[in-house]
């Protein structure tokens, strides 16, 4: 009765029995998402067969809304920078929701998430990615390969490399895969929270490939271009 619960995104009161908690159903429902993969170079959607219409593109996107809408930015940040793990439950509602509706079998797929370095990780307390992967793994019943995508390379925020380029340079050799036979022959569902110039993912997805990992999938919360 004296702090009342309040969507973070248009401050009125959250319902008690609302699931969200931090959000109300109308600023959640107010959330446009895809319903299509993307080609990670230029966008476009492209066919339930996840084949991307660049052929130098070694995965296809998935990313379930754009980063411009205010509840996801504030959710995202939320979670991701005031370590309100509440705020989890729907940033992982929306991934889930969107993977849900999509015409692809994600059936074989192994759930990935994309690892930050052990001080950061300490730091934040916890990894947004690997929350978002355990609601993704739960959603569709998919194993997870953990620990095995490591961090190896410290390296400053994404976010703080303005220039695509400094993006690019900043990630290189960031990512070592502990376990190259885990990965060999399986379909991989590489999960993060925001993807803007692709350079984490791109280089992500290189080292899986270097394991041996066949098709892979990188399904996001949101692009920011």
């Known amino acids: 009765m004296l702090f009342p619960r309040t969507c973070l995104a248009c401050a009125k009161n959250v319902h008690a029995n ?49 980063y411009a809408h205010a509840p996801v930015q504030k959710l995202i940040w939320q979670m991701k920078y005031e370590n309100w793990m509440t705020a989890g439950a729907p940033v992982g509602t929306l991934l889930t929701n969107y993977l849900r509706a999509l015409p692809h079998d994600f059936t074989d797929y192994h759930v990935v998430p994309v690892p930050l370095h ?49 993006r690019e340079t900043n990630i290189q050799g960031a990512f070592h895969v502990e376990r190259p036979a885990e990965f060999k022959g399986k379909n991989i569902l590489l999960v993060d929270d925001v993807t803007t110039s692709g350079a984490t993912i791109r280089e992500a997805v290189r080292v899986l490939k270097s394991a041996g990992a066949k098709k892979i999938i990188a399904a996001v919360v949101a692009r920011a271009r």
């Open 118 to 166: 052990k001080n950061r990780e300490w730091k934040r307390g916890f990894n947004q990615a690997a929350v978002l992967g355990a609601h993704v793994s739960t959603a569709f019943h998919l194993p997870t390969i953990a620990k095995n995508l490591v961090r190896i390379k410290e390296t400053p925020a994404q976010a703080d490399q303005k220039d695509y380029a400094l």
């Open 18 to 66: 609302n699931a969200h908690a931090v959000i109300c159903d109308a600023c959640m429902a107010s959330v446009p998402l895809y319903d299509a993969l993307h080609c990670p170079v230029c966008m476009r959607r492209i066919p339930a067969s996840g084949t991307p219409c660049h052929p130098e593109a070694k995965y296809v996107l998935a990313p379930a809304t754009h």
